[in-house]
Protein backbone atom coordinates (compact mmCIF):
# COMPACT_ATOMS: atom_id res chain seq x y z
CA UNK A 1 0.00 0.00 0.00
CA UNK A 2 1.37 3.47 -0.81
CA UNK A 3 1.51 6.40 1.07
CA UNK A 4 0.02 8.77 -2.24
CA UNK A 5 -3.10 7.97 -3.84
CA UNK A 6 -2.54 6.92 -7.92
CA UNK A 7 -2.60 9.69 -10.25
CA UNK A 8 -6.55 10.62 -10.80
CA UNK A 9 -7.87 9.27 -7.59
CA UNK A 10 -9.71 11.94 -5.35
CA UNK A 11 -10.49 11.92 -1.92
CA UNK A 12 -13.21 14.11 -0.13
CA UNK A 13 -11.49 16.41 2.80
CA UNK A 14 -12.58 14.95 5.90
CA UNK A 15 -12.32 17.07 9.30
CA UNK A 16 -8.58 17.27 10.88
CA UNK A 17 -8.54 18.55 14.39
CA UNK A 18 -6.95 21.94 14.77
CA UNK A 19 -7.75 22.53 11.23
CA UNK A 20 -10.62 25.25 12.16
CA UNK A 21 -7.88 27.46 14.35
CA UNK A 22 -6.55 29.03 10.91
CA UNK A 23 -10.51 30.63 10.16
CA UNK A 24 -9.96 33.75 9.25
CA UNK A 25 -13.16 34.77 10.09
CA UNK A 26 -12.34 34.53 13.55
CA UNK A 27 -9.16 36.37 13.14
CA UNK A 28 -11.21 39.33 11.68
CA UNK A 29 -13.77 38.72 14.97
CA UNK A 30 -10.92 38.77 16.94
CA UNK A 31 -9.18 42.32 15.25
CA UNK A 32 -11.75 44.10 15.16
CA UNK A 33 -12.93 43.34 18.88
CA UNK A 34 -8.83 44.04 19.96
CA UNK A 35 -9.19 47.31 18.38
CA UNK A 36 -12.51 48.44 18.93
CA UNK A 37 -11.89 48.27 22.59
CA UNK A 38 -9.26 50.45 22.10
CA UNK A 39 -10.96 53.06 21.22
CA UNK A 40 -13.59 52.70 23.93
CA UNK A 41 -10.23 52.71 26.44
CA UNK A 42 -9.74 55.75 24.65
CA UNK A 43 -13.31 57.37 25.52
CA UNK A 44 -13.41 56.00 29.45
CA UNK A 45 -10.29 57.72 29.84
CA UNK A 46 -12.08 61.00 28.64
CA UNK A 47 -14.85 60.13 31.08
CA UNK A 48 -13.21 60.10 33.22
CA UNK A 49 -11.01 63.10 32.90
CA UNK A 50 -14.75 64.38 32.85
CA UNK A 51 -15.94 63.45 35.44
CA UNK A 52 -12.77 64.29 37.69
CA UNK A 53 -12.81 67.65 36.71
CA UNK A 54 -16.98 67.93 37.53
CA UNK A 55 -16.22 66.75 41.46
CA UNK A 56 -13.25 68.82 41.50
CA UNK A 57 -14.76 72.21 40.61
CA UNK A 58 -18.44 72.21 41.89
CA UNK A 59 -20.63 74.46 39.98
CA UNK A 60 -22.94 75.16 42.81
CA UNK A 61 -23.12 75.22 46.45
CA UNK A 62 -25.27 72.10 47.42
CA UNK A 63 -25.39 70.14 50.45
CA UNK A 64 -23.10 67.27 50.63
CA UNK A 65 -25.38 64.77 50.63
CA UNK A 66 -26.83 66.32 46.64
CA UNK A 67 -22.86 65.95 45.74
CA UNK A 68 -22.61 62.70 47.11
CA UNK A 69 -25.58 61.46 44.90
CA UNK A 70 -24.74 63.07 41.88
CA UNK A 71 -21.25 61.57 42.08
CA UNK A 72 -22.92 57.90 43.42
CA UNK A 73 -25.43 58.42 40.14
CA UNK A 74 -23.14 59.59 37.97
CA UNK A 75 -20.78 56.48 38.74
CA UNK A 76 -23.68 54.20 37.68
CA UNK A 77 -24.61 56.34 34.47
CA UNK A 78 -21.25 55.44 33.57
CA UNK A 79 -21.07 51.84 34.61
CA UNK A 80 -24.28 51.45 32.43
CA UNK A 81 -22.85 53.55 29.06
CA UNK A 82 -19.36 51.83 29.57
CA UNK A 83 -20.75 48.03 29.41
CA UNK A 84 -22.98 48.96 26.93
CA UNK A 85 -20.07 50.60 24.66
CA UNK A 86 -18.16 47.54 25.60
CA UNK A 87 -20.64 44.64 25.07
CA UNK A 88 -19.95 45.07 20.61
CA UNK A 89 -16.24 44.41 20.68
CA UNK A 90 -16.42 42.12 23.25
CA UNK A 91 -18.95 39.72 21.61
CA UNK A 92 -16.74 39.84 18.42
CA UNK A 93 -13.39 38.61 20.75
CA UNK A 94 -16.25 36.17 22.08
CA UNK A 95 -17.10 35.03 18.80
CA UNK A 96 -13.11 34.41 18.18
CA UNK A 97 -12.51 32.97 21.03
CA UNK A 98 -15.77 30.51 20.87
CA UNK A 99 -17.19 32.29 24.24
CA UNK A 100 -21.20 31.81 25.00
CA UNK A 101 -23.05 35.05 25.18
CA UNK A 102 -23.38 34.73 28.57
CA UNK A 103 -19.30 35.02 29.26
CA UNK A 104 -19.57 37.97 26.97
CA UNK A 105 -22.03 39.87 28.65
CA UNK A 106 -20.30 39.00 31.94
CA UNK A 107 -17.16 40.13 30.19
CA UNK A 108 -18.68 43.70 29.16
CA UNK A 109 -20.03 44.05 32.87
CA UNK A 110 -16.94 43.96 34.74
CA UNK A 111 -15.58 45.98 31.87
CA UNK A 112 -18.44 48.37 32.68
CA UNK A 113 -17.52 48.03 36.33
CA UNK A 114 -14.30 48.51 35.90
CA UNK A 115 -14.43 51.62 34.17
CA UNK A 116 -16.39 53.55 36.28
CA UNK A 117 -14.15 52.67 39.49
CA UNK A 118 -10.76 52.16 38.07
CA UNK A 119 -10.87 54.04 35.20
CA UNK A 120 -11.07 51.26 32.71
CA UNK A 121 -6.86 50.75 32.10
CA UNK A 122 -6.59 46.90 34.04
CA UNK A 123 -9.86 45.75 32.16
CA UNK A 124 -8.97 46.51 28.87
CA UNK A 125 -5.43 45.65 29.55
CA UNK A 126 -6.32 41.95 30.28
CA UNK A 127 -9.13 41.74 27.62
CA UNK A 128 -6.81 42.56 25.26
CA UNK A 129 -4.21 40.52 26.33
CA UNK A 130 -6.25 37.39 25.88
CA UNK A 131 -7.46 38.11 22.84
CA UNK A 132 -3.66 39.20 21.40
CA UNK A 133 -2.48 35.65 23.06
CA UNK A 134 -5.11 33.90 21.14
CA UNK A 135 -3.88 35.87 17.76
CA UNK A 136 -0.12 35.34 18.56
CA UNK A 137 -0.54 31.47 19.75
CA UNK A 138 -3.16 30.69 16.64
CA UNK A 139 -3.30 32.84 13.88
CA UNK A 140 1.34 33.22 14.11
CA UNK A 141 0.50 37.34 14.57
CA UNK A 142 3.22 38.43 16.42
CA UNK A 143 1.88 41.70 18.40
CA UNK A 144 4.02 44.54 19.93
CA UNK A 145 2.93 47.58 22.15
CA UNK A 146 1.57 49.34 19.48
CA UNK A 147 0.41 46.80 17.04
CA UNK A 148 -0.77 47.86 13.35
CA UNK A 149 -4.24 46.49 11.92
CA UNK A 150 -2.63 46.35 8.51
CA UNK A 151 -0.32 43.87 10.11
CA UNK A 152 -3.10 41.79 11.01
CA UNK A 153 -5.64 42.79 7.70
CA UNK A 154 -2.55 40.95 6.06
CA UNK A 155 -2.34 37.64 7.68
CA UNK A 156 -6.13 37.45 6.92
CA UNK A 157 -6.02 38.60 3.27
CA UNK A 158 -3.19 35.50 3.98
CA UNK A 159 -5.26 32.93 5.06
CA UNK A 160 -8.24 33.62 3.13
CA UNK A 161 -5.91 33.04 0.25
CA UNK A 162 -4.86 29.63 1.87
CA UNK A 163 -8.25 28.71 2.02
CA UNK A 164 -9.25 29.23 -1.86
CA UNK A 165 -6.31 27.27 -2.90
CA UNK A 166 -7.37 24.54 -0.60
CA UNK A 167 -9.50 21.82 -2.44
CA UNK A 168 -13.19 21.72 -1.02
CA UNK A 169 -15.66 19.14 -0.35
CA UNK A 170 -16.27 17.30 -3.82
CA UNK A 171 -20.24 16.00 -3.44
CA UNK A 172 -21.92 14.69 -6.46
CA UNK A 173 -20.96 12.13 -9.62
CA UNK A 174 -17.58 13.65 -11.52
Excluded at 134 to 150: A, D, T
Aim: net charge positive; charged share 20%; hydrophobic share 45%.
Amino acid sequence: MSDTPPDGVRYARYHRPGEERLDPDLLQALSDGYFGLSNICVANALMVLLQIVMVAHPTSRGSWLAKEAGIFCGLIGMCIAIAFLCYQPTRRIGDGMGWSSGQVVAASVLLGINGALCGGVLGYAILQSIASRRMRSVYEVRLGMFMSKRLVQKRIEELRALRAVEPGFEVGPQ
